[in-house]
């Protein structure tokens, strides 16, 4: 695995387990014990596909059973390629019970993408669609396969296999190892909850995504124990909309479809997020009276868009998870008046896990912070020095805690770099605590854009910039300068088309916001969109590459 060193947050499982948040269950466990207890209730729903727990249960031990014939076992890892289908999960619950590792990879990756990831985590089998929106995805593994000595199987979904392929349907379907095993077989095979069970790619603006590794103990942490039972308070009633990609990252898969199938409840999938076409989301909620969604910030941005919101049924709405990227509280405040739901706030990162999280319960302020740090996690805010900031100051965020990961997968320098030896992950954000420990999170580091010597922060200009009538969406990135080596140019996508703000009304604004002179931009650019990672967050680095040699 070549993740973290044993003197870091290894070494810390002992007292995950010694205070009760690690508990030796399995992610299969806590589905388990909903389909005994309810078989008949619908688990997943997708486009004119339902399933069952009992279905769905029925039919992961079948694709457990049916993998160990093909040879892949524990510590083995299964990439699956895939929209917001329902064989997502049920290739989780399978691979869960043997001990194999579950990698799901965004539909849009491409070849780059894809040998890059399938080698760096030396996949053993592959699950993908033959074809998917005109994309022949089976003549690319065909061309990527010389070059992946690893990859031993590819397994086809939705359409009969051909010669050296195999049929996803057939694996989950074929429960002839009943009669030759008995019905204990898959028991013997049980991992250790410690043990290496997901990978999350990360949806970062890096070259190429990374693996990072995840325990199903953390996992159940987090999904159970803090986002289920301290923050969202779910149960057997929720109906979850999942709308984000779940092939990248937690947002899409771990919150809105794996958490429900946890507790009993519902998950609604969205097949594919279309930014063109935002009510399809929105008659998702409605149609199926989700109790909850979980969003990024620029989808929400989306649906905020349409006019006629009030007209959908969101009367089962109780609240719209955001994560993945910071909500503007402009945006927060209009979502929360016009959705009619609370909006919680999830904060942390793919690489390492979450920190802190806003409850449903928490008043109208807390809930433009990021939240408070949840049970069995820690945080720092620390200065360059790495030494702690004085109460109140702003400084980097660093936290360790039971829903950790174990680092980068097969890349050991890189985990390095940015877990230190007792285990703190420094996350490059500049973060600040109020007076009862809610974080709200300030900056980049890395995003800070110095002129003349002043830091300017970009994310407090773009939260002011979303509140101007004629802007969509805005990004601040720095712009090289001959005299005070950077300025800031704002970037805003127009909320008409044809219809650009002047620079100096934009600034005026801006000082009427209550901003500081300096943070007025000496650049104005609009585009049509932003160059986006598979995670939906704005790749500032493509954007600020583009700019600068348009």
Known sequence: MNGRSASGFDAAAEAYRAAGFWRGELVVD????????????????????????????????NLAA???????????????????????????????RIGAIFLPLHDGFREAEMAHLLRLSEAKALIHPAIYRGFDHRELVRELRADLPSLRQTIIMREPAEPGEISFDALTADDAWLAKHGKDHLASFRPDSTAPMQIMVSSGTTAMPRCTIYCDDATVCKLVGQYGADVAHLGPDDVAAAI????????????????????GGTAVLLERWDG??????????????????????????????????????????????????KLPDSVAEQAER????????IYGASDAGV????????????????????????????????????????????????NQSYGFFNAPEETAMVWDEAGWYHSGDLGQLDGEGYLSIVGRKKDMIIRGGRNINPRQIEEVLLRHDLVTDAAVIPFEDPVLGEIACAVIVRAQPNVTPALDDLNAFIIEQGLAV??????LMAVDDF????????????????????
Request: glycine share 6%; proline share 6%; net charge negative.
């Open 355 to 402: 920190p802190t999280m806003t409850s449903v319960d928490d008043a109208l302020d807390k809930r433009r912070t990021v939240g408070r740090v949840l049970p069995g996690q820690q945080l720092r805010l620390a200065d360059d020095d790495g030494q702690e900031v004085d109460a109140g100051q702003p400084g980097e965020v660093l936290w360790r805690g039971a």
């Open 518 to 523: 300096w943070c007025q931009p000496e650049r």
């Open 244 to 263: 984000a990609p779940a092939g990248t990252g937690a947002t899409g898969y771990s919150y809105p479809i794996l958490a429900p199938l946890m507790h």
């Open 338 to 345: 016009r959705l009619g739901c609370v909006m919680q706030t």
């Open 66 to 96: 049916n993998l160990l014939s093909l040879n892949i076992t524990a510590g083995d890892v299964v990439a699956i390629q895939a929209p917001n289908w329902i064989e997502l999960a049920l290739c989780h619950l399978a691979l869960d």
């Open 276 to 325: 063109e076409r935002p009510e399809d989301a929105l008659a998702l909620i409605a149609r199926e009276q989700c109790t909850y969604a979980v969003m990024i910030p620029t989808q929400l941005i989306k649906l905020l868009s349409l006019p006629d919101i009030e007209a959908y049924d969101l009367s089962a709405l109780r609240f719209v998870t955001n994560a993945g990227a």
């Open 30 to 61: 806590h589905f388990d014990r909903q389909a005994d207890a309810n078989p008949k209730k619908t688990a997943l729903i997708a486009a004119d596909r339902r399933v069952s727990y009992g279905a769905l249960q029925w039919q992961s031990r």
């Open 531 to 550: 160059p986006r990672n598979a995670g939906g967050k704005i790749d500032k680095q493509t954007l600020i590459t583009q700019l600068q040699t348009s």
